[in-house]
């Protein structure tokens, strides 16, 4: 567990959600981690090469067709269908379909050097989420609350959001939130797509608050029969039961984003039908930090290709009409966070399960994916704005220079929230585990 903390076992058992210290004074707070669920192109995003350009339409020699999904659907090399432009005084190269959050790229810190192990969603979405391409492991929200419990007692520490529109759940669906082997109280409540955004917030119309309370207090009484530290399934129910009566009156307030002044609704474009859904969510993100929850993430995109930014048969399309629902609310929260004085301890994270070959997925004009470069960019929580850390080469093929690992971005964000990612740990099965397992190193680089 995280030794700094002074938590032992029974102290989380009996309240597992408390706020505890970190490693070291770490600048972010809370986290807010915007997924673009499918994979968006590096090349045609955040990552620009002009001499993908100048080789258009010319076969990619020695390339390896296994490297895509699609092995019999290999084309030549394609140019980006957008316009890069640069922007703020870092000079950073941004694509057209971005011109609201090109606006903040002196805030950002950008990896353009990513790369993960499979080139399969479900796998992938395991591993950026978890550090494990496999099922089963807690995800990094998990453990982020593990760590460090959150500051408000009356709202989950860890919330996800996915699409709202019916496109469905990521690949994997809720294992990419779950807790794992940890105690099922960490793991994250996602807020529903449609309907009440939390099931059972209100209580019955003819239940009073005392005769509820006279409820908890027979189940507290009926649950000390049996031993909390001895269980941790059990502590985690009581835990639910505890947090769902707390919910009913912090809950409605946090997630009344129509009580916001019209000058933020406009701000962040929930009037907008093309990103109105996206909008709520983000505002909604805001409103959660702002009132000390520990860990919120968001998917943009539901379960596959055009339902979400897996663009394999028109790649313009495809990110026109995601970065259209996206970007004028992701660059409204970072001018909100930084008005308010919250991004200096809200870390937002921006990426994908991997990146997009640079090459044309034949039968269209899409990519297909590649799991060897994809970028992802931090702001706020002590990420050191305006830097650009690795690259890819020249045609964003494959991150040649300082490559990092998904291991590698987990512990440089565990960092940032003042945590050692080799001490963060769980003991299950006889063997201590970590998010970051036997590797990961901070990339210090990105770090203010």
Not at 158 to 183: C, E, S, V
Not at 253 to 276: F, M, Q, V
Not at 364 to 389: E, I, L, Q, S
Request: proline letters at 4%.
């Amino acid at each position: 567990m995280l030794s700094s903390a002074g938590a032992a076992t029974g102290n989380l058992a009996l309240n597992p959600m408390a706020p505890r210290s970190s490693h070291f004074a770490g600048k972010a707070k809370s986290v807010i981690w915007l997924f673009m669920n499918g994979g968006p192109s590096q090349v045609d995003t955040w990552d620009y090469k002009p001499e993908l350009a100048k080789r258009d339409g010319k076969d990619l020699e020695g390339f390896d067709k296994n490297t895509g999904f699609f092995t019999d659907q290999v084309g030549p090399l394609m140019k980006s269908p957008f316009q890069f432009a640069q922007h703020g005084q870092s000079g950073a190269w941004v694509s057209e379909i971005f011109p609201k959050m090109a606006e903040h790229v002196d805030r950002m810190a950008f990896i353009h050097s990513c790369f993960t192990k499979t080139n399969n969603h479900s796998p992938a979405l395991f591993e950026i989420n978890t550090g494990m391409s496999r099922m089963g492991f807690p995800c990094m929200g998990a453990w982020v609350t593990y760590g460090l419990g959150t500051e408000n007692q009356n709202l989950p520490g860890f919330i996800t959001m996915y699409d709202t529109l019916g496109r469905g759940l990521p690949k994997g669906h809720a294992q990419n939130w779950g807790a794992g082997f940890l105690p099922g109280v960490f793991q994250g409540t996602a807020l529903n797509a449609q309907g009440a955004p939390i099931n059972n917030l209100y209580r019955r119309e003819d239940m009073t608050d005392a005769q509820q309370l006279a409820q908890l207090d027979l189940l507290r009484q009926l649950n000390k029969r049996q031993p909390q530290s001895q269980d941790a399934d059990l502590a985690a129910r009581i835990e639910s039961f505890e947090l769902a009566y707390r919910m009913q009156m912090a809950a409605p307030d946090a997630l009344a984003i129509d009580g916001e002044p019209a000058h933020i609704r406009e701000l962040y474009g929930i009037d907008n039908p093309k990103c109105t859904h996206f909008a709520r969510q983000v505002l909604t993100a805001r409103r959660l930090v702002e009132r000390g929850v520990r860990f919120v993430q968001i998917y943009s995109g539901g379960m596959e290709n055009e339902r979400s930014w897996d663009g394999h048969a028109n790649i313009e399309q495809n990110h026109r009409q995601f970065a259209g629902e996206t970007d004028i609310p992701i660059g409204a929260l970072l001018t909100d966070l930084k008005q308010r004085g919250l991004l200096d301890s809200t870390l937002v994270i921006w990426n994908g399960e991997f990146g997009r070959l640079p090459i044309v997925q034949k039968g269209g004009t899409g990519r297909d994916h590649n799991p060897h470069a994809f970028t992802t960019w931090m702001a706020g929580g002590g990420a050191k704005g305006g830097v650009h850390y690795g690259a890819t080469d020249e045609i964003g093929h494959k991150a040649v220079t300082d490559r990092v690992s998904i291991n590698d971005l987990h512990a440089t964000i565990l960092h940032l929230l003042g945590i050692n990612h080799e001490k963060l740990t769980y003991r299950s099965s006889g063997r201590d585990f970590r998010l970051t397992d036997v590797a990961g190193r901070v990339v210090k680089e990105v770090v203010a």
